[in-house]
């Protein structure tokens, strides 16, 4: 299993960014995506995630209506748009796997067992 993420930059307090993770080796019914992040001196925290199964969508409080995750399962890559940014959106963003999510588990980083290495997204004001 690999995850490989990538499009990190710097960029301007309301500009976008698009991170990918490029997906390999899991190709089970029950899989689900998730972007995490972890700003300097802080605890990795959930910021979305999305189902295999039937494509269902959720978000952590702080970027839900500014951040869209998707999947092209014909690229086997997870996005994540990332809009209106602000400074506190700065962090180091990893894609992760897991299998088997429950939807009460979502937002456990120890739940995805798969993690790819951290794109850096810094946000200027």
């Known amino acids: 299993v690999q995850l490989q993420a990538s499009g990190g930059g710097s960029v301007q307090a309301g500009d976008f960014l698009t991170l990918s993770c490029a997906t390999s080796g899991l190709t089970a019914w029950y899989v689900s995506w998730g972007w995490f992040r972890q700003a300097p001196g802080e605890d990795r925290e959930f910021v979305a995630v999305?189902?295999?199964?039937?494509?269902?969508?959720y978000y952590a409080d702080s970027v839900k209506g500014r951040f869209t995750i998707s999947r092209d399962n014909a690229k086997n890559t997870v996005y994540l748009q990332m809009n209106s940014l602000k400074p506190e959106d700065t962090a180091v963003y990893f894609c992760?796997?897991?299998?088997?999510?429950?939807?009460?588990?979502?937002?456990?980083?120890?739940?995805?067992?798969?993690w790819g290495q951290g794109t850096l997204v810094t946000v200027s004001s």
């Open positions: 999305i189902h295999r199964r039937g494509g269902s969508t």
């Open positions: 992760a796997a897991a299998t088997g999510l429950i939807a009460s588990a979502v937002t456990d980083r120890g739940q995805y067992g798969y």
